[in-house]
Protein backbone atom coordinates (compact mmCIF):
# COMPACT_ATOMS: atom_id res chain seq x y z
CA UNK A 1 0.00 0.00 0.00
CA UNK A 2 1.52 3.57 -1.23
CA UNK A 3 1.82 5.74 1.76
CA UNK A 4 -1.42 7.51 3.13
CA UNK A 5 -0.86 10.94 3.39
CA UNK A 6 -1.54 12.33 6.48
CA UNK A 7 -5.72 14.34 6.65
CA UNK A 8 -4.86 14.77 2.72
CA UNK A 9 -3.77 18.01 3.61
CA UNK A 10 -0.58 18.81 4.16
CA UNK A 11 2.12 16.99 2.02
CA UNK A 12 5.22 15.99 3.85
CA UNK A 13 8.27 16.70 1.73
CA UNK A 14 12.08 15.74 1.82
CA UNK A 15 14.54 17.04 -0.46
CA UNK A 16 18.16 15.20 -1.24
CA UNK A 17 20.34 17.81 -3.15
CA UNK A 18 20.63 21.11 -1.89
CA UNK A 19 22.82 22.97 -3.92
CA UNK A 20 21.28 25.13 -7.03
CA UNK A 21 17.94 23.62 -7.67
CA UNK A 22 17.39 21.76 -4.44
CA UNK A 23 17.40 25.22 -2.99
CA UNK A 24 15.51 26.42 -5.29
CA UNK A 25 12.50 23.89 -4.67
CA UNK A 26 13.06 24.35 -1.22
CA UNK A 27 12.64 28.16 -1.33
CA UNK A 28 9.55 27.96 -3.42
CA UNK A 29 7.79 25.32 -1.03
CA UNK A 30 8.79 27.32 1.95
CA UNK A 31 7.47 30.31 0.82
CA UNK A 32 5.51 30.19 -2.05
CA UNK A 33 3.83 27.00 -2.58
CA UNK A 34 0.29 25.45 -0.64
CA UNK A 35 -0.27 22.33 0.75
CA UNK A 36 3.53 21.51 1.70
CA UNK A 37 5.86 21.20 4.48
CA UNK A 38 9.75 20.53 3.87
CA UNK A 39 10.13 18.11 6.87
CA UNK A 40 14.25 16.98 5.69
CA UNK A 41 16.74 17.35 4.22
CA UNK A 42 19.87 15.59 3.28
CA UNK A 43 23.11 16.33 1.12
CA UNK A 44 26.22 14.38 0.87
CA UNK A 45 27.71 17.74 1.82
CA UNK A 46 26.05 17.81 5.35
CA UNK A 47 27.08 21.52 5.79
CA UNK A 48 24.69 22.42 3.01
CA UNK A 49 21.97 20.72 3.66
CA UNK A 50 22.56 22.49 7.54
CA UNK A 51 23.11 25.52 5.56
CA UNK A 52 19.56 25.00 4.08
CA UNK A 53 17.96 24.53 7.05
CA UNK A 54 19.06 27.63 9.15
CA UNK A 55 18.99 29.84 5.72
CA UNK A 56 14.98 28.81 4.97
CA UNK A 57 13.86 28.82 8.50
CA UNK A 58 12.72 25.29 7.53
CA UNK A 59 11.95 22.84 10.82
CA UNK A 60 12.91 19.79 9.55
CA UNK A 61 15.50 17.47 10.12
CA UNK A 62 18.79 16.75 8.04
CA UNK A 63 19.44 13.21 7.35
CA UNK A 64 22.72 11.55 7.44
CA UNK A 65 22.09 10.17 4.19
CA UNK A 66 19.50 10.13 1.25
CA UNK A 67 18.40 7.18 1.92
CA UNK A 68 17.69 7.34 5.60
CA UNK A 69 15.54 10.25 4.27
CA UNK A 70 13.70 8.34 2.03
CA UNK A 71 13.07 5.33 4.78
CA UNK A 72 12.02 8.07 7.13
CA UNK A 73 8.18 7.50 8.42
CA UNK A 74 7.91 11.60 8.34
CA UNK A 75 7.92 11.83 4.96
CA UNK A 76 5.69 11.44 2.94
CA UNK A 77 7.36 12.42 -1.21
CA UNK A 78 11.07 12.64 -1.99
CA UNK A 79 12.36 15.66 -4.53
CA UNK A 80 15.83 14.11 -5.77
CA UNK A 81 17.55 17.27 -6.73
CA UNK A 82 21.46 15.81 -6.48
CA UNK A 83 23.53 14.97 -9.42
CA UNK A 84 22.19 13.29 -12.36
CA UNK A 85 24.21 9.79 -11.87
CA UNK A 86 23.02 9.48 -8.08
CA UNK A 87 19.21 9.29 -9.40
CA UNK A 88 18.63 6.02 -9.79
CA UNK A 89 19.67 4.28 -6.86
CA UNK A 90 17.18 7.38 -4.47
CA UNK A 91 14.59 6.60 -7.42
CA UNK A 92 14.60 2.79 -7.18
CA UNK A 93 14.61 3.29 -3.23
CA UNK A 94 11.99 5.77 -3.23
CA UNK A 95 10.24 3.17 -4.81
CA UNK A 96 10.69 0.21 -2.95
CA UNK A 97 9.54 2.59 0.32
CA UNK A 98 6.30 3.34 -1.73
CA UNK A 99 6.78 6.80 -1.95
CA UNK A 100 5.48 9.47 -4.59
CA UNK A 101 9.25 10.95 -5.92
CA UNK A 102 9.63 14.08 -7.92
CA UNK A 103 13.53 13.69 -9.76
CA UNK A 104 15.22 16.23 -11.48
CA UNK A 105 16.01 15.44 -15.02
CA UNK A 106 18.21 13.30 -16.03
CA UNK A 107 15.85 10.76 -14.75
CA UNK A 108 19.01 8.75 -14.30
CA UNK A 109 21.96 8.60 -16.99
CA UNK A 110 22.41 5.31 -18.52
CA UNK A 111 19.54 3.29 -20.49
CA UNK A 112 20.16 0.03 -17.75
CA UNK A 113 19.36 2.59 -14.91
CA UNK A 114 16.21 3.93 -16.75
CA UNK A 115 14.91 0.43 -17.60
CA UNK A 116 15.19 -0.64 -13.93
CA UNK A 117 12.92 2.40 -12.99
CA UNK A 118 10.34 1.56 -15.48
CA UNK A 119 10.57 -1.95 -14.71
CA UNK A 120 10.53 -1.40 -10.80
CA UNK A 121 7.35 1.17 -11.11
CA UNK A 122 6.04 -1.43 -13.48
CA UNK A 123 6.57 -4.18 -10.77
CA UNK A 124 4.69 -1.56 -8.24
CA UNK A 125 1.85 -1.27 -10.41
CA UNK A 126 1.10 2.42 -10.04
CA UNK A 127 2.91 5.78 -11.04
CA UNK A 128 5.46 6.69 -8.26
CA UNK A 129 7.79 8.83 -10.34
CA UNK A 130 7.77 12.24 -11.97
CA UNK A 131 10.67 13.91 -13.74
CA UNK A 132 11.79 17.31 -13.60
CA UNK A 133 10.83 18.56 -17.26
CA UNK A 134 9.17 21.66 -16.41
CA UNK A 135 9.02 23.16 -19.88
CA UNK A 136 5.46 21.14 -20.40
CA UNK A 137 4.64 23.62 -17.80
CA UNK A 138 5.10 26.93 -19.93
CA UNK A 139 2.51 28.54 -20.88
CA UNK A 140 4.36 29.56 -23.58
CA UNK A 141 5.54 26.05 -24.92
CA UNK A 142 2.02 25.30 -23.89
CA UNK A 143 0.43 27.60 -26.61
CA UNK A 144 2.87 26.05 -28.84
CA UNK A 145 1.28 22.82 -28.76
CA UNK A 146 -1.73 23.81 -28.87
CA UNK A 147 -1.37 25.94 -31.88
CA UNK A 148 0.93 22.77 -33.47
CA UNK A 149 -2.48 20.50 -32.37
CA UNK A 150 -4.90 22.88 -34.08
CA UNK A 151 -3.40 23.12 -37.10
CA UNK A 152 -2.72 26.33 -37.27
CA UNK A 153 0.50 26.40 -39.01
CA UNK A 154 -0.55 23.03 -41.22
CA UNK A 155 1.71 20.53 -41.43
CA UNK A 156 4.53 20.99 -39.52
CA UNK A 157 8.10 20.54 -41.58
CA UNK A 158 10.92 21.96 -39.13
CA UNK A 159 11.54 23.56 -35.69
CA UNK A 160 14.84 25.90 -35.56
CA UNK A 161 15.89 25.60 -31.61
CA UNK A 162 18.85 27.30 -29.36
CA UNK A 163 19.38 26.43 -26.13
CA UNK A 164 22.36 28.83 -25.17
CA UNK A 165 23.65 29.22 -21.37
CA UNK A 166 25.76 32.47 -20.14
CA UNK A 167 28.86 30.46 -19.25
CA UNK A 168 29.36 26.73 -18.44
CA UNK A 169 30.83 25.28 -15.25
CA UNK A 170 34.60 24.46 -15.39
CA UNK A 171 34.39 20.83 -15.45
CA UNK A 172 31.48 20.68 -18.56
CA UNK A 173 32.20 18.45 -20.93
CA UNK A 174 30.78 18.23 -24.58
CA UNK A 175 29.16 15.16 -23.58
CA UNK A 176 27.30 16.98 -20.72
CA UNK A 177 26.33 19.39 -23.25
CA UNK A 178 24.03 16.76 -24.35
CA UNK A 179 23.03 14.95 -20.99
CA UNK A 180 22.40 17.79 -19.05
CA UNK A 181 21.49 20.60 -21.58
CA UNK A 182 19.95 19.27 -24.89
CA UNK A 183 18.09 16.60 -22.74
CA UNK A 184 15.23 19.29 -22.20
CA UNK A 185 14.37 19.61 -25.92
CA UNK A 186 15.15 15.77 -26.51
CA UNK A 187 11.89 15.88 -24.52
CA UNK A 188 10.11 19.48 -25.27
CA UNK A 189 9.68 18.28 -28.75
CA UNK A 190 8.52 14.63 -28.54
CA UNK A 191 5.98 16.32 -25.98
CA UNK A 192 5.30 18.83 -28.75
CA UNK A 193 5.10 17.34 -31.90
CA UNK A 194 3.84 13.52 -30.43
CA UNK A 195 6.48 12.45 -32.54
CA UNK A 196 9.73 10.17 -31.84
CA UNK A 197 13.44 10.79 -33.05
CA UNK A 198 14.41 8.62 -36.07
CA UNK A 199 18.08 10.23 -36.57
CA UNK A 200 20.87 12.10 -34.65
CA UNK A 201 23.80 14.27 -36.26
CA UNK A 202 26.09 16.03 -33.58
CA UNK A 203 27.84 18.74 -34.92
CA UNK A 204 30.81 20.45 -34.17
CA UNK A 205 30.70 24.38 -35.00
CA UNK A 206 34.16 26.64 -34.90
CA UNK A 207 34.95 26.69 -31.12
CA UNK A 208 34.62 30.04 -28.97
CA UNK A 209 37.30 30.66 -27.63
CA UNK A 210 35.21 31.44 -24.21
CA UNK A 211 34.81 27.94 -23.83
CA UNK A 212 37.12 25.99 -20.86
CA UNK A 213 39.73 24.20 -22.50
CA UNK A 214 38.20 20.45 -23.87
CA UNK A 215 34.97 21.12 -24.47
CA UNK A 216 33.50 21.95 -27.89
CA UNK A 217 31.68 24.82 -27.67
CA UNK A 218 29.14 25.35 -29.78
CA UNK A 219 27.54 22.14 -31.25
CA UNK A 220 24.15 21.51 -33.53
CA UNK A 221 22.20 18.86 -32.87
CA UNK A 222 20.06 17.89 -36.07
CA UNK A 223 17.25 15.59 -35.30
CA UNK A 224 14.73 14.36 -37.62
CA UNK A 225 11.54 12.96 -36.70
CA UNK A 226 9.33 9.46 -37.62
CA UNK A 227 7.12 11.88 -39.35
CA UNK A 228 9.11 13.77 -41.11
CA UNK A 229 10.21 16.69 -39.34
CA UNK A 230 13.60 18.47 -39.04
CA UNK A 231 14.75 19.91 -36.19
CA UNK A 232 18.47 21.74 -35.52
CA UNK A 233 19.03 23.17 -32.14
CA UNK A 234 22.01 24.96 -31.49
CA UNK A 235 23.72 24.38 -28.14
CA UNK A 236 26.05 27.26 -26.87
CA UNK A 237 26.85 27.29 -23.03
CA UNK A 238 29.41 29.71 -23.39
CA UNK A 239 27.38 32.46 -25.49
CA UNK A 240 28.41 35.09 -22.82
CA UNK A 241 24.96 37.43 -22.83
CA UNK A 242 23.18 35.63 -20.78
CA UNK A 243 20.63 32.96 -20.61
CA UNK A 244 18.49 31.95 -23.97
CA UNK A 245 16.13 29.71 -25.37
CA UNK A 246 14.57 29.54 -28.74
CA UNK A 247 12.38 27.57 -30.62
CA UNK A 248 10.71 28.65 -34.05
CA UNK A 249 8.41 26.24 -35.58
CA UNK A 250 7.92 26.36 -39.30
CA UNK A 251 4.79 25.12 -40.92
CA UNK A 252 3.54 25.17 -44.39
CA UNK A 253 1.11 27.68 -43.29
CA UNK A 254 2.82 29.91 -40.87
CA UNK A 255 5.70 29.99 -38.36
CA UNK A 256 5.35 30.39 -34.57
CA UNK A 257 8.00 31.41 -31.97
CA UNK A 258 8.21 30.77 -28.36
CA UNK A 259 8.89 34.51 -26.81
CA UNK A 260 11.36 35.27 -24.10
CA UNK A 261 10.00 36.33 -21.09
CA UNK A 262 8.97 40.18 -20.76
CA UNK A 263 11.49 42.00 -19.03
CA UNK A 264 12.49 45.47 -17.97
CA UNK A 265 13.12 48.20 -20.53
CA UNK A 266 15.75 50.31 -19.63
CA UNK A 267 16.07 54.11 -21.41
CA UNK A 268 19.61 55.92 -20.75
CA UNK A 269 21.95 58.01 -22.65
CA UNK A 270 19.81 57.97 -25.16
CA UNK A 271 19.25 54.51 -25.93
CA UNK A 272 16.64 52.50 -25.24
CA UNK A 273 17.30 48.62 -24.12
CA UNK A 274 16.36 45.52 -22.72
CA UNK A 275 17.13 43.13 -19.92
CA UNK A 276 18.37 39.67 -21.20
CA UNK A 277 17.76 37.18 -18.40
CA UNK A 278 20.94 35.55 -17.04
CA UNK A 279 19.49 32.48 -15.69
CA UNK A 280 17.53 29.01 -15.85
CA UNK A 281 16.14 30.11 -12.61
CA UNK A 282 14.26 33.38 -14.18
CA UNK A 283 13.55 32.01 -17.55
CA UNK A 284 11.07 29.61 -16.27
CA UNK A 285 10.43 30.42 -12.96
CA UNK A 286 6.80 29.98 -12.98
CA UNK A 287 6.93 26.58 -14.76
CA UNK A 288 8.98 25.73 -12.00
CA UNK A 289 6.78 27.09 -9.56
CA UNK A 290 3.44 25.05 -11.31
CA UNK A 291 5.22 21.78 -11.97
CA UNK A 292 6.34 21.50 -8.10
CA UNK A 293 2.85 22.63 -6.70
CA UNK A 294 0.84 19.82 -9.00
CA UNK A 295 3.61 17.63 -7.75
CA UNK A 296 2.42 18.32 -4.30
CA UNK A 297 -1.68 18.41 -5.37
CA UNK A 298 -1.30 15.71 -7.11
CA UNK A 299 0.61 13.47 -4.42
CA UNK A 300 -1.99 14.43 -2.12
CA UNK A 301 -4.79 12.87 -4.20
CA UNK A 302 -2.89 9.90 -4.95
CA UNK A 303 -2.06 10.13 -8.37
CA UNK A 304 0.36 11.46 -10.68
CA UNK A 305 -0.05 13.08 -13.87
CA UNK A 306 3.16 15.15 -14.68
CA UNK A 307 6.09 13.66 -17.21
CA UNK A 308 6.31 10.66 -16.11
CA UNK A 309 9.51 7.97 -16.19
CA UNK A 310 8.61 7.00 -19.78
CA UNK A 311 9.68 10.54 -20.63
CA UNK A 312 12.50 10.74 -18.52
CA UNK A 313 13.62 7.29 -19.89
CA UNK A 314 13.20 8.03 -23.85
CA UNK A 315 15.14 11.47 -23.04
CA UNK A 316 17.96 9.29 -21.63
CA UNK A 317 17.91 6.79 -24.85
CA UNK A 318 17.84 9.93 -27.44
CA UNK A 319 20.68 11.15 -26.00
CA UNK A 320 23.10 7.87 -25.68
CA UNK A 321 22.88 8.27 -29.85
CA UNK A 322 23.26 11.67 -29.68
CA UNK A 323 26.24 10.79 -27.98
CA UNK A 324 27.01 8.16 -30.14
CA UNK A 325 26.84 10.73 -33.10
CA UNK A 326 29.18 13.32 -31.22
CA UNK A 327 31.38 10.41 -31.26
CA UNK A 328 31.71 8.95 -34.50
CA UNK A 329 31.05 12.39 -36.05
CA UNK A 330 27.78 10.69 -38.28
CA UNK A 331 24.51 10.55 -39.02
CA UNK A 332 23.21 7.80 -36.32
CA UNK A 333 19.50 5.87 -36.73
CA UNK A 334 17.32 5.75 -33.35
CA UNK A 335 15.32 2.54 -33.32
CA UNK A 336 11.84 3.55 -31.71
CA UNK A 337 10.79 1.70 -28.80
CA UNK A 338 6.88 0.97 -28.15
CA UNK A 339 6.10 2.34 -24.91
CA UNK A 340 4.55 -0.06 -22.19
CA UNK A 341 0.73 0.11 -21.86
CA UNK A 342 1.38 0.88 -18.44
CA UNK A 343 2.51 4.28 -19.27
CA UNK A 344 -0.15 5.21 -22.34
CA UNK A 345 -3.19 5.08 -20.08
CA UNK A 346 -1.34 7.79 -17.36
CA UNK A 347 0.65 9.82 -19.74
CA UNK A 348 -0.23 11.10 -22.91
CA UNK A 349 2.40 12.70 -24.68
CA UNK A 350 -0.60 14.66 -26.79
N1 LIG B 1 14.96 21.15 -14.48
C1 LIG B 1 15.92 22.03 -14.61
O1 LIG B 1 15.79 23.02 -15.32
C2 LIG B 1 17.20 21.86 -13.87
C3 LIG B 1 17.56 20.63 -13.44
N2 LIG B 1 18.75 20.45 -12.82
C4 LIG B 1 19.13 19.09 -12.42
O2 LIG B 1 19.11 19.02 -10.99
C5 LIG B 1 20.17 18.22 -10.52
C6 LIG B 1 21.04 19.05 -9.57
O3 LIG B 1 21.59 20.12 -10.30
P1 LIG B 1 22.17 21.43 -9.58
O4 LIG B 1 21.34 21.79 -8.42
O5 LIG B 1 22.38 22.42 -10.65
O6 LIG B 1 23.58 20.88 -9.10
P2 LIG B 1 24.44 21.31 -7.85
O7 LIG B 1 25.79 20.76 -8.08
O8 LIG B 1 24.27 22.75 -7.56
O9 LIG B 1 23.77 20.49 -6.63
C7 LIG B 1 23.83 19.11 -6.52
C8 LIG B 1 23.84 18.77 -5.04
O10 LIG B 1 23.78 17.36 -4.89
C9 LIG B 1 24.66 17.00 -3.85
N3 LIG B 1 24.99 15.58 -3.99
C10 LIG B 1 25.90 15.01 -4.82
N4 LIG B 1 25.91 13.67 -4.64
C11 LIG B 1 24.98 13.40 -3.70
C12 LIG B 1 24.52 12.21 -3.11
N5 LIG B 1 25.02 11.00 -3.44
N6 LIG B 1 23.55 12.29 -2.18
C13 LIG B 1 23.03 13.49 -1.81
N7 LIG B 1 23.43 14.65 -2.34
C14 LIG B 1 24.40 14.61 -3.26
C15 LIG B 1 25.83 17.94 -3.98
O11 LIG B 1 26.57 18.03 -2.79
C16 LIG B 1 25.11 19.25 -4.32
O12 LIG B 1 24.76 19.99 -3.17
C17 LIG B 1 20.90 17.70 -11.77
O13 LIG B 1 20.41 16.45 -12.09
C18 LIG B 1 20.54 18.73 -12.84
O14 LIG B 1 20.57 18.21 -14.13
C19 LIG B 1 19.57 21.51 -12.52
C20 LIG B 1 19.23 22.76 -12.92
C21 LIG B 1 18.01 23.06 -13.64
O1 LIG C 1 18.50 21.94 -16.51
C1 LIG C 1 19.10 22.96 -16.62
C2 LIG C 1 20.53 23.09 -16.33
O2 LIG C 1 20.99 21.93 -15.67
C3 LIG C 1 21.23 23.24 -17.66
O3 LIG C 1 22.60 23.44 -17.45
C4 LIG C 1 20.64 24.39 -18.44
O4 LIG C 1 21.23 24.45 -19.71
C5 LIG C 1 19.16 24.18 -18.60
O5 LIG C 1 18.61 25.19 -19.40
C6 LIG C 1 18.50 24.13 -17.27
O6 LIG C 1 17.12 24.03 -17.41
Redesign the pocket.
Known amino acids: MIKQISGNKTLKIGIIGTGA ?1 GQDHIKRCANFLSGVEVVAVSDIDKKSAQNAISTYGLDAKAYESGNDLIQAKEVDAIIIASSGKTHAEYILSGIEAKKFIFC ?2 PLATTIEECQAIIEAEQTYGKRLVQV ?1 F ?1 RSYDRRYQELKKIIQDKKLGQILMIHAA ?1 R ?1 QE ?1 PENFTSEMVIT ?2 L ?2 ELDIFRWLLNDEFVTVSMIPIRKTSKAPKGLQDPQFALLETQSGIRINVELF ?1 NCQYG ?1 D ?1 KCEIVGEEGVASLPAPAAVSICQHEKRYDQILAN ?1 QD ?2 LEAYNIEIQEFINECLVGKLQGPDAWRGYMATYVAEFCIESQKKGQEIAIPVLKCPDFYRSDNKIE
Open positions: IEKGMHNSDTIHVYIWWF
